[in-house]
């Protein structure tokens, strides 16, 4: 199964990625709660996948996914927001996102899980 790592500033989400993907056998590498922090372990782990949130402190997902892009080309990468501006989500998926996972994620109910592992199986292509 793939290693992936986390990047998002909530707790809750991270906890419930986390649960979510170990219990399918993907190992979590990595957990950080900025962008700094997630390039820093992305550069460190060389995860298979990164769940990069977009908006949190000190460095948005945005300019992490710059960077991680400009590390290794080649990143998977899947950005995860609330946001919706379209815009945003275009800018991201653009420029190298593999994927986009809405917030809050929907992976109680079996179509939700269904989609959420699309996702994460398009990420890892």
């Not at 992305?42 to 769940?51: H, R, S, V």
């Amino acid at each position: 199964m793939a290693r992936i790592l986390i990047v998002d500033d909530s707790k809750f989400i991270v906890q419930v990625l986390q649960k979510t993907l170990e219990s399918d056998g993907h190992e979590v590498v990595g957990k950080g709660t900025d962008g700094v922090e997630g390039f820093e372990l992305f550069k460190e782990q060389k995860p298979d996948l990164t769940l990069l949130d977009i908006t949190m402190p000190n460095r948005d997902g945005r300019d992490c996914l710059e960077d991680i892009l400009k590390h290794d080309e080649h990143a998977h990468v899947i950005m995860i927001s609330a946001i919706k501006d379209q815009e945003v989500i275009d800018f991201c998926l653009n420029i190298g996102a593999k994927g986009f996972l809405n917030k809050p994620l929907s992976v109680g109910s079996e179509e939700g899980i269904k989609a959420f592992y699309n996702t994460i199986n398009n990420g890892l292509q």
